[in-house]
């Protein structure tokens, strides 16, 4: 033991290292070098290798383990006093009481016991907490899975003012039920309220009694189909359409990724051809008409069923055209954007180190400046009515699966912890939409067209008490390095953006307050979303005066004695 070395340990976040080594007789320093060596390998226990702990969390909880730490508000009645309360259709001076987690009382000058917390939101907005349509959590994709769980992503959304979310379900081995029970599972630690929306990659008979139980059964009221990723996820024009039939019997919002995925795969074989290999190759091989195609392709195959027709992640002008026009027509077709193609454009894909271009590759990908413009415009005229994230988060050693084929790099952005802040930044600070307007497409439609409406999306007696405190005058900055993900990377990094969420309350609790996330895993609850929402509402009529304009089957006679 004379010559004992020892490697004294340097700790941070997020990083461990070791100095030169030294040596010595001591005792003391054997000891210490032997609890160094212990809590090294308590630290390289935790299953993330980005970071060992998420900054903000209360009694700095470690990704590979869960807090039993309570919100700051351990009443179960709280006062939100004398905010302007905004509603999609109204704001007003008003203070909100809640109690048990839900919303009692909307009015002027609410007068309450001392058993009650009271929250000063004077000269900030009151208003319901965002829903997420569109996320991707413990998602299995591209032979990884994406780093956010339902736990690190909902943590993220619940510092960003997002309440609920609803994730999509991919079936396992084609299997919806087998998928719902995996998905049931990976949910199970849910710090806040999430829905599912259910994938269909195969069609046959079981898939259809299946789409049955989910709608019946298991609360599910949407089921989305994929007309790109050939080979895996692609459906054909044949099993679109069956599906839509089913979708449209069961009252259920059918969904589409659009983008043409044959001509993906042959735009990403002209790019290897041609020697292009980098991330600016995603883009290159799935232009804006591939994605304006599939979009006017389903959008005239749900006319022809008659079934109202949503759009995810509607990322080029070319979609949204395609949407406005049959808007026009009378259809019921839905165009959501994501944050990422109202906020960002295609050049950052260029950049020449591999690590920071391939963070922005992205389905459909992030396009051209201009396209933004569009997007931001379509969006503050109601051609498209909500925006959500496509938050599908994978960090940068996941990317650089593809570092030598971008058709190999995991898809995915993140944005459930920004969305909140870059809309009000971009649309309302900008003067683009009212504050109303805001509460609408981050909120209140979601609410509406998957029919929990008005349980969430509204600041109502009987609501559930899902509120954020925005304060305009405050700002804040996006970045890996205090973003709740836990992604490395950021691709709003470095944004500095007008408008704060400063409190999130999630069932009536206070999750995020004074800069401090506190959450409970398990306290989250699955939210059962029932069928034939308001956009069914005239379906029936429609079909009625279809068949009566056929002026068919004609009787006719032979003329043969």
């Known amino acids: 033991m ?3 070395k020892i490697l004294p340990i340097s700790l941070s976040w997020r990083k461990i290292s070791f100095t030169r080594p030294i040596s010595s007789n001591s005792r003391t320093l054997q000891f210490i070098y032997i609890f160094s060596l212990l809590f090294l390998l308590r630290v390289l226990h935790f299953p993330s290798s980005e970071s060992n702990q998420i900054p903000g969390f209360c009694g700095g909880v470690g990704y590979g383990e869960y807090s039993e730490c309570r919100s700051s508000s351990s009443s179960s009645k709280l006062l939100i006093k004398g905010g302007i309360v905004v509603n999609a259709h109204h704001q007003e001076l008003a203070d909100v009481y809640v109690e048990d987690g839900i919303i009692v009382s909307v009015q002027p000058n609410i007068k309450v016991g001392d058993d009650v917390t009271v929250l000063d939101a004077t000269g900030k907005y009151v208003m319901p907490g965002g829903i997420d349509p569109h996320t991707h959590l413990a998602m299995e994709f591209m032979g990884t899975e994406t780093i956010d769980d339902f736990f690190s992503g909902q943590a993220a ?10 994730d999509f379900i991919i079936p396992v081995n084609g299997s919806l039920s087998a998928g719902f029970e995996a998905y049931k599972k990976k949910a199970k630690n849910s710090c806040m309220d999430y829905g599912f929306h259910m994938a269909i990659t195969r069609w046959d008979e079981v898939v259809a009694r299946d789409m049955e139980i989910m709608v019946k059964e298991k609360g599910i009221n949407s089921f989305k189909f994929f007309l ?13 359409l069956q599906a839509f039939k089913k979708c449209k019997s069961l009252g259920a919002l059918a969904m589409v990724h659009a983008e043409n995925g044959d001509g993906v795969a042959e735009g990403q074989k002209r790019m290897i051809e041609l020697g292009i290999t980098g991330p600016e190759g995603h883009a290159l091989s799935r232009p804006p008409v591939l994605e304006g195609e599939a979009t006017s392709r389903a959008i005239r195959l749900a006319g022809f069923v008659n079934t109202p027709l949503y759009i995810v992640h509607v990322m080029s002008s070319d979609a949204m055209e395609e949407i406005a026009k049959a808007q026009k027509l009378g259809q019921k077709v839905i165009g959501e954007p994501v944050v990422s193609g109202l906020v960002l454009d295609d050049s950052r894909l260029w950049h020449p180190d591999f690590t920071t271009a391939a963070k922005y590759v992205m389905s459909p990908p992030i396009r051209k400046l201009g396209h933004d413009k569009a997007l931001q415009a379509a969006l503050s005229t109601g051609v498209l009515q909500l925006v959500g994230t496509d938050h599908c988060t994978f960090n940068s050693t996941q990317k650089a699966l593809g570092i ?8 995915g952005v993140n944005g459930i912890e920004e969305r909140m802040h870059l809309v009000w930044d971009l649309m309302v600070e900008s003067g683009r939409i009212s504050v109303t307007d805001y509460v609408r497409i981050t909120s209140t439609e979601c609410a509406r067209m998957f029919n929990i409406y008005p349980k969430k999306g509204a600041i109502l007696p009987g609501s559930d008490a899902d509120i ?4 305009p005058n405050s700002s804040v900055e996006m970045s890996a390095r205090s973003h709740h993900s836990r992604t490395d990377t950021n691709v709003y990094e470095g944004m500095r953006v007008k408008g704060k969420v400063e409190v999130t309350i999630a069932g009536g609790r206070v999750v995020w307050e004074n800069d401090e996330l506190k959450v409970v895993p398990g306290s989250g609850r699955y939210i059962e979303m029932a069928p034939f929402s308001y956009l069914f509402s005239g379906i029936d009529k429609a079909d009625a005066t279809y068949l009566s304009s056929l002026n068919a089957p004609v009787q006719r006679f032979s003329n043969e004695a």
Not at 231 to 237: A, H, Q, T, V
Not at 468 to 471: A, C, E, V
């Open 2 to 4: 004379a010559d004992l």
């Open 157 to 166: 959304a619940l510092a960003g003012g997002t309440t609920m979310h609803i």
């Open 228 to 240: 790109a990723y050939k080979g895996s996820l692609m459906i054909n024009d044949e099993l679109l």
């Open 404 to 411: 030598d084929d971008f058709r190999k790099i995991p898809n």
């Open 468 to 471: 954020i405190i925005l304060n």
